[in-house]
């Protein structure tokens, strides 16, 4: 894997498993660990310094996220523009479009952060939630019309995993 945007910063370099897929243009700075199966595709920055960046077990980061100092656990989907800030994202969560979540956002396993979504400070959102709006706005999952099974199984499966393997232009 080519590593010219992949930078050291106080003596931390990113850590990226062989069985990883980043994209050539993605910027890794610092202390960045990138799981087996986990795909960081093209605009991504991820950037640790200040704290730590942990992209979990077939997790997806997409394309122009940005990710700060954060947490993100294993088949979690982080969708396109997105932005987290010293966040903590549990497994199998969804993160939407050009959602923000600000520092010290706790998002529970199997929850669903719809796009453009902005979480303040210190939110902790529960587990297997809907969370939505400016500011966000949260509610139990099987409170809402969304069936969490479908959802979950459309966009947290191994199918970015799949994709990632067929882009093989994009990823050394």
């Known amino acids: ?3 010219s945007r992949h ?11 062989e069985n990883a897929h980043v994209a050539r243009d993605a ?3 610092g202390s960045v660990t990138v799981a087996a199966d986990a795909s960081v ?3 991504v920055v991820c950037r640790g310094d200040i704290g730590p960046v942990t992209i979990g077990f077939s997790a997806h980061i997409g394309d122009n996220a940005t990710i700060h100092a954060s947490q993100i656990g294993e088949r979690v989907m ?9 966040a903590d994202v549990a497994d ?6 050009n959602a923000t979540l600000n520092a010290g956002v706790t998002v529970g ?12 400070e210190g939110y902790e959102i529960p587990p297997q ?4 709006g400016v500011p966000a706005e949260v509610v139990p999952l099987t409170e809402t019309t969304l069936d969490p099974t479908d959802t979950f199984e459309e966009y947290a499966s191994g199918e970015y995993t799949n994709l990632a393997e067929r882009h093989s232009e994009l990823f050394d």
């Open 1 to 3: 894997m080519g590593d």
């Open 7 to 17: 930078y050291e910063f106080e003596g931390q370099t990113p850590d990226i498993d």
């Open 27 to 29: 910027t890794l700075v």
């Open 41 to 43: 595709w093209p605009g």
């Open 78 to 86: 982080c969708g396109h523009g997105a932005v987290l800030n010293e």
């Open 92 to 97: 199998g969560s969804l993160i939407g479009f």
């Open 109 to 120: 396993e199997r929850t669903i952060v719809a796009s453009g979504t902005v979480v303040p």
């Open 129 to 132: 939630s809907f969370a939505r």
